[in-house]
Nanobody
Framework: QVQLVESGGGVVQAGGSLRLSCAAS????????MGWFRQAPGKEREFVAG????????DYADSLKGRFTISRDNAKNTVYLQMNTLKPEDTAVYSC?????????????????WGQGTQVTVSS
């Protein structure tokens, strides 16, 4: 069992940057591949980025590559999402999630553990 808590959300102007953090409890954080997802009101949950257990492999939604960067620090039991050049359409609740799968997955149903989410609002 792992508990995930996101932080770092807020309100930012278009073109700005935010760095989200996801802190995990437990002693087996490095056993989980991690993902970031987002969900806007009335929309389905959308894959943002994923990272494997060691951090040696990452995956991004095609529309977000180049602007967003996922990373992890297993010594700190933390995964990060650096978001640059933010756009109003990036506004959503961002959640981190953990999966025991060997491969990074873009499917929410493959992730067993979820954080509570943090709101990101991009204004213009």
């Amino acid at each position: 069992q792992v508990q995930l808590v996101e932080s770092g959300g807020g309100v930012v102007q278009a073109g700005g940057s935010l760095r989200l953090s996801c802190a995990a409890s437990g002693r087996t954080f490095s056993s989980y591949a991690m993902g970031w997802f987002r969900q806007a009101p009335g929309k389905e949950r959308e894959f943002v980025a994923g990272i494997n257990r060691s951090g040696s492999s990452t995956d991004y939604a095609d529309s977000l590559k180049g602007r967003f960067t996922i990373s992890r620090d297993n010594a700190k039991n933390t995964v990060y999402l650096q978001m640059n050049t933010l756009k109003p359409e990036d506004t959503a609740v961002y959640s981190c999630a953990a999966t025991g799968q060997l491969l990074i997955s873009t499917l929410p149903r493959r992730y067993a553990y979820w954080g509570q989410g943090t709101q990101v609002t991009v204004s213009s």
